[in-house]
């Protein structure tokens, strides 16, 4: 399995399972990375099709910042 970022359209995919493991059912969502078996002729398609990109294992996530807690002190004053 490798990481990807998708970019064509929103679409979802049943992978391929080996007997006896559950249906992995995935979403791709334009713009947000996906984990596909690299040497499924799926994934070959949609790399052909320029909408997957290889990307490094450590993808940094836009996240909010954390919200600032104040004491019930500082918020009377």
Known sequence: MQKFLYTGPLTA???PVKEG???REVQ???N???ELPTDWVFTTRLK???YLTAVETTVN???LPAPKRT???QEAE
Do not use: C, D
């Open 71 to 73: 004491s019930r002190k």
């Open 21 to 23: 493991e559950p249906i």
């Open 48 to 50: 052909a099709l320029g």
């Open 32 to 34: 947000k990375v996906v």
């Open 28 to 30: 791709l969502i334009p």
């Open 61 to 63: 996530e836009p996240t």
């Open 13 to 15: 995919l049943t992978l």
